[in-house]
């Protein structure tokens, strides 16, 4: 009897992906990255570093950020998986998404799927956060773009637009 584990077993799986639920069957071995990109069709999600560093893969994952390229799609059985393309409501872009656009966070635009679940999953549970707690929620996602600068502004704006507070 061989102690390998079979990646060629499918398994059957169920999730919440963005309010929906969607049942795949996948290997044992594809990641969620790869099953929301490859067999769900949602390209938000990043392929970025593939190891876990770089953030380009975030989603929420029960409402936390995670690296998807992480996560295999089996842990995700019966889970809420959050995409970027989740985050619009009724046509209306939430508002995070929308400071970021407003305080020019978005330049190539790579990081952005995760740098944006990394704010919204903060404001969730912190509403009113510092610029060091913006700062240490998004340290998992790297850009090689913006400097941070921005994206720590946009989400500290989008804290107050949601509390009513002018920005």
Do not use: W
């Amino acid at each position: 009897m061989s102690s390998e584990v079979s990646t060629s077993k499918r398994h059957r799986v169920t999730l919440m992906v963005n309010r929906q639920e969607l049942t795949a069957e996948v290997k044992a071995n594809l990641t969620l990255m790869e099953l929301l990109r490859d067999v769900l069709g949602k390209p938000g999600t990043k392929v970025g570093c593939e190891t876990g560093d770089c953030g380009a893969c975030t989603v929420l994952l029960d409402g936390e950020p995670v690296n998807s390229c992480l996560v295999l799609a089996v842990e995700a059985e019966g889970r809420s998986v959050t995409t970027i393309e989740g985050l619009e409501k009724e046509g209306r872009l939430d508002e995070v998404q929308e400071a970021f656009i407003q305080y020019g966070a978005v330049q190539c635009g790579y990081c952005s799927p995760g740098m944006i679940l990394s704010g919204r999953a903060l404001l969730d549970r912190n509403p009113n956060p510092t610029e060091d707690e913006v700062r240490e929620a998004i340290s998992g996602n790297l850009c090689r773009c913006t400097g941070y600068i921005k994206i720590v502004e946009a989400i500290l704006a989008a804290a107050k637009a949601e509390s009513g507070v002018e920005a």
